[in-house]
C-alpha cells in the first residue's frame, strides 16, 4: 500500500479483502491449491471487513514491530480477512532454511504449481513469489532435533555457503514469469536472504550474493502491475 495508491484506495474503500491460507480452485484442471496470501473483490456481501485485520493477523502470528515500522501501519488503511470473491493477486511464500539441495525439486514444483494454479483461474490475477533463502553456515532442524535440547547436544545441519544459497537461486531462476497480461508464470518475484542458525539467536537480513530478484523490486512491481490491471474495480 506504500508503493501503490490504487491499492490502498481499494482497501480504504473496502473493495478488497485478504484470505489467508487460501485454497485457490484452478479452473483449468479443477484441482486446488492453498496459496499463502490473496487479495480479492469480497464475495458474498459487497462491503469487506467483518474478521480479522492484517495488523491483528500479524499479532496472531507473534511479529513484533518496531516503533516506526508500527507508525507506518497505522498511518496505512486496514485490510481485513472477508469471504473471498474473484481472486486478483495471489501470493505464495517458501523458505529454504536447511538441506537446500535436497529441497531445491520441491521448491520449484511448488512454486510453479502456485503461478499456475493463480492463472488457472484466472489469466487476470496477478501470481506473486517470495522465496526467503538461509545463508547461515549452520542451522538446528526441528525435524532432526526432537529431543529437549535444554538436556541434549543438538545435532547441527552444516550448510556450504554461498554456494548453497546461489543454488536455491539459480533454482528460482528457472521458474517462469511473465511480463503481460497473458501466458505463464509468476508476475512478479522475489528473494530475501537471511542468516538464523535456529539456535536463540537473531536471525539477520543480509545482501544476497546473487541479487537478481530484489524484495523492493518484487514489491514494486506488484504496486505497478496492480494500478495497470485493476484500475477500473
Request: aromatic content about 4%; glycine content about 8%.
Amino acid at each position: 500500500m506504500q508503493e501503490c495508491p490504487l491499492l490502498r484506495e481499494h482497501v480504504a474503500e473496502k473493495k478488497v479483502v485478504l484470505g489467508v491460507n487460501y485454497s485457490l480452485l484452478d479452473f483449468q484442471t479443477r484441482r486446488r491449491k492453498k496459496l499463502d496470501l490473496v487479495i480479492a473483490k469480497p464475495g458474498g456481501d459487497e462491503s469487506a471487513g467483518g474478521s480479522r485485520t492484517f495488523a491483528e493477523i500479524g499479532a496472531d502470528l507473534g511479529v513484533v514491530l518496531e516503533d516506526t515500522e508500527k507508525a507506518k501501519l497505522d498511518d496505512l488503511p486496514m485490510a481485513s480477512e472477508g469471504d473471498v470473491g474473484s481472486v486478483l493477486t495471489a501470493l505464495e511464500a517458501k523458505a529454504c532454511m536447511t538441506a537446500h539441495v535436497r529441497a531445491l525439486p520441491r521448491l520449484h514444483d511448488e512454486l510453479d504449481s502456485s503461478h499456475s494454479t493463480t492463472h488457472g483461474n484466472s489469466e487476470r490475477a496477478l501470481a506473486v513469489g517470495f522465496v526467503m533463502v538461509n545463508a547461515a553456515p549452520t542451522f538446528i532442524s526441528p525435524d532432526r532435533n526432537k529431543a529437549d535440547l535444554s538436556t541434549t547436544e543438538p545435532e547441527v545441519n552444516k550448510h556450504r555457503q554461498p554456494q548453497d544459497t546461489l543454488r536455491v537461486i539459480e533454482k528460482v531462476s528457472e521458474i517462469r514469469r511473465r511480463s503481460g497480461a497473458s501466458g505463464s508464470g509468476f508476475d512478479a518475484l522475489g528473494v530475501m536472504v537471511c542468516e538464523m542458525e535456529n539456535d536463540g539467536s537473531p536471525m539477520r537480513v543480509v545482501a544476497s550474493p546473487d541479487d537478481r530478484f530484489p524484495y523492493t523490486d518484487m514489491v514494486r512491481r506488484v504496486a505497478h502491475e496492480y494500478s495497470a490491471a485493476f484500475g477500473r474495480l
